[in-house]
Nanobody, 120 residues
Framework: QVHLLESGGGLVQPGGSLTLSCAAS????????MGWYRQAPGKQRELVAA???????SVGTSVKGRVNIDRDNAKNTVTLEMKILSVGDTAVYYC??????????????WGPGTKVTVSS
């Protein structure tokens, strides 16, 4: 089974920054794309940023220019840095990972979510 352990989040002041980290684990699994999505109340879940094993990144339009995503393939960790936060960034942030089993089957896994509140 795959587990995603998220850290970071909490209360951030407008204009501030945050760092979210996620560590993936699972015996016999390898990991493809890893990244972060978010869901605000009453809205659909949306991409924040994702990164492939080869380092190719995808960034959501609402955060473009304000985020940096990086990963450590040896540790199966992904780190998101976001700056210049506003109230509109308030949401539950979810770590996502594509995991391949030893047969090459791919499944998507999600972390439990970490709440980010932007408020003064």
């Amino acid at each position: 089974q795959v587990h995603l352990l998220e850290s970071g989040g909490g209360l951030v002041q407008p204009g501030g920054s945050l760092t979210l980290s996620c560590a993936a684990s699972g015996s016999g699994f390898s990991f493809g794309s890893m990244g972060w999505y978010r869901q605000a109340p009453g809205k659909q879940r949306e991409l924040v940023a994702a990164i492939s094993g080869g380092g190719y990144t995808s960034v959501g339009t609402s955060v473009k220019g304000r985020v940096n995503i990086d990963r450590d393939n040896a540790k199966n960790t992904v780190t998101l840095e976001m700056k210049i936060l506003s109230v509109g960034d308030t949401a539950v942030y979810y770590c996502h990972a594509e995991a391949f089993d030893d047969m090459g089957n791919k499944n998507d896994y999600w972390g439990p979510g970490t709440k980010v509140t932007v408020s003064s």
